[in-house]
Each structure stands twice: as structure tokens, then as C-alpha cells.
């Protein structure tokens, strides 16, 4: 399992953006391009929010 780290207030505007609820994800990676990789704390499930959302 990887270890994620809680997001900070800009991502979790933008993973309110795209429909997430931050509560449940934590971050695993900021891409350089802007891409954040997420996780989610109780299914491990990995999803990537692209750099631009909506």
C-alpha cells in the first residue's frame, strides 16, 4: 500500500472541481504538468485528476 498525504486547500478545491469529495483522498503525487495522482483511504484505489478540471 502506498503511503498518500492529506491534500492541501488548493487540491482539495480542485478534487471538489472534479467531483471528489477531499475527505476521502489523499495525495500521492503532483505531477510537474499539473496532474495530481490520487488515492482513496479505504478501497486503495488509484485515480489520476488531470491538470485542468472542468
Request: aromatic share 2%; net charge positive; proline share 6%.
Amino acid at each position: 500500500m502506498r503511503n498518500g498525504k492529506k491534500p492541501t486547500r488548493k487540491q482539495k478545491i480542485r478534487l471538489g472541481q472534479a467531483g471528489l469529495s477531499p475527505e476521502n483522498w489523499l495525495v500521492i503525487k503532483q505531477k510537474q504538468n499539473g496532474e495530481l495522482v490520487i488515492l482513496h483511504k479505504h478501497t486503495d484505489k488509484i485515480r489520476v485528476v488531470p491538470a485542468s478540471v472542468g
